[in-house]
């Protein structure tokens, strides 16, 4: 079975560690911590090229250092307020609260943040054989007024050379253009592909520079050599009071170009609900 398609078996299983939950397949090790960001103790997000599930995997993503992060800002009567866990070095503003279960034949890491009226739940879902981080992304306007000028921003910096070449910062990855609604970076030396991908109509995937914040847009890097970073970006008019709204991105990894792009392929095909569009209640 091609790492990128789903499988019956279910999930190896989802492990606290710490603080945080680890999720563990035969291809892909990602650790959660109550950041809702991947990042916990040693171990933020690892690939194993030959799905066999042995140590060592290839570290792709580093923890504690940013690698992953998002934000999220909105107004409400005019006020604006953000969840800002994007800018390394400095602490996250939020931290919440951060459950593991099962969830039909998947392992989940939940987690749950709040400001103001805002709910934010994040649930990352893994598969043992599949080279795919599912996250699902729910936005619930509890209070009275809505939520207006909702942007949601996240970015990767990957450095899949790590292991074998001490490789990171400018010369990690060369990020290189969208096929489709995914955006892909590889390690030169390692061949390892790291892509962001989404089929929801409210989201976009492209690169950033070096970016933080929730304003960024995403843009095409022409292949470029340089220290950017996959980013999805979410923008919203407006969640009405009472409304929960959910859209869903993935992550993928695969031990070349080519093959992400087959994954890919297979990945568009799913058929879940709220994968090609916005989901609200």
């Known amino acids: ?11 190896y299983r989802g492990a606290p560690s ?8 035969t291809w892909i090790v990602a650790g959660i911590n109550d950041r809702c960001t991947l990042s916990e103790d040693s171990l933020a997000l690892d690939f194993d090229p030959d799905g066999e599930g042995y140590l060592p995997f290839t570290r792709v993503l580093l923890p504690d250092r940013g690698n992953d992060r998002f934000s999220l800002s909105f107004a409400v009567d005019g006020v604006e307020r ?24 998947e392992a989940a890491a939940i987690c749950t943040l709040e400001e103001g009226p805002l709910e934010f739940i994040q649930r990352a879902r893994l598969r043992m054989d599949g080279a795919v981080l599912r996250l699902e992304i729910s936005l619930v306007n ?21 292991d074998n070449y001490g490789l990171t910062e400018t010369v990690d990855a060369v990020y290189t253009t969208l096929q489709g609604d995914v955006a892909m970076a590889t390690g030169p030396h390692t061949g390892v592909t790291l892509g962001a991908g989404t089929l929801d109509t409210v989201a976009d ?3 950033c520079y070096r970016c933080e914040g929730p304003t960024t847009d995403p843009v095409d890097s022409e292949g470029r050599m ?31 170009p080519e093959g992400l792009v087959e994954a890919w392929n297979e990945v568009r095909d799913w058929d879940l609900d709220g994968w090609a569009g916005l989901d609200g209640d």
Not at 18 to 25: C, M, P, T
Not at 89 to 102: I, K, R
Not at 239 to 250: K, W
């Open 226 to 256: 340089e220290d950017w970073d996959l980013a999805t970006v979410v923008q919203l008019p407006a969640i009405a009071p009472g409304y929960t709204l959910t859209f869903t991105f993935v992550y993928l990894l695969s031990p070349s």
């Open 82 to 105: 953000i969840i800002d866990n994007s800018a390394p070095p400095g602490p996250a503003t939020h931290t919440g609260v951060l459950t593991e279960a099962w969830d039909g034949d």
């Open 205 to 207: 995937v492209g690169f």
């Open 18 to 25: 710490g603080s945080g939950v680890v999720l563990e397949g």
């Open 142 to 162: 509890h209070g009275a007024s809505p939520l207006e000028d909702v942007v949601y921003f996240r970015a990767a910096n990957p450095d899949p050379d790590l």
């Open 1 to 11: 079975m091609w790492p990128g398609a789903l499988a019956d078996e279910g999930v």
